[in-house]
């Protein structure tokens, strides 16, 4: 795995490599993430359901007389053993997610993008992208890029403003980035402020 990442200057065009600190893989990580994926995919929301017995605001008049007609006594028309009554133990409205544990999450996702450094680029001086045609030359469009930003920083909004309508090119907030996001791309762009924050950087070198 390599130890090194592409930073690109968007207005010159300079191309450095950047040196990380080594991110350990485990040995179980294809494992935890199979886990991890196959949990976020599990969650949805179950939209079905019945009127149990207390969900009725009345039980209605007495369908028959107490006595002298041969049936089983009945109070209610709204009872689980009538047609058109209540239901037991029916599907109810709910979300469904299974639990993972935050520091597996955090872990794998870290691990993740360090199996993808080989596929990643740093842009620099994005703040000066005016129109989208600065950037086209650097963007391969047959292939799909995670733009990953920081929706603190004035710089890195303006960037999204700017380029956000790039086909094959996803935004997302590094707060907010799941395994799922990585996944579905072919390449990686981080911005220095998103970079920062998953990968610390020992020093620079020009190519």
Do not use: W
């Amino acid at each position: 795995m390599s130890n090194t990442i592409l930073s690109l200057d968007l207005i010159s065009g300079d191309k450095q490599s950047v040196n990380i600190t080594e991110c350990q893989v485990d040995k179980n990580f294809s494992g935890n993430l199979f886990l991890a994926y196959q949990n976020k995919k599990k969650t949805r929301q179950v939209f079905s359901s019945t009127k149990c017995r207390s969900d009725f605001t009345s039980g209605g008049s007495k369908p028959f007389r107490q006595k002298g007609t041969g049936r089983a006594r009945a109070g209610t028309s709204r009872s689980p053993l009538k047609v058109g009554g209540a239901v037991i133990f029916g599907p109810k409205y709910r979300n469904v997610k299974r639990k993972t544990n935050s520091k597996l999450m955090s872990s794998t996702l870290q691990q993740l993008l360090a199996l993808y450094i080989d596929r990643s680029e740093i842009f620099q001086n994005i703040e000066c992208i005016k129109k989208v045609k600065d950037i086209l030359p650097r963007l391969n469009l047959s292939c799909s890029y995670l733009c990953i930003i920081d929706t603190t920083s004035p710089n890195d909004i303006h960037f999204f403003t700017k380029v956000k309508n790039i086909p094959n090119l996803y935004f997302n907030s590094a707060n907010s980035l799941c395994i799922e996001d990585v996944l579905r791309v072919d390449n990686i762009i981080y911005t220095p402020n998103t970079f920062s924050k998953f990968f610390n950087s020992k020093e620079r070198h020009d190519d």
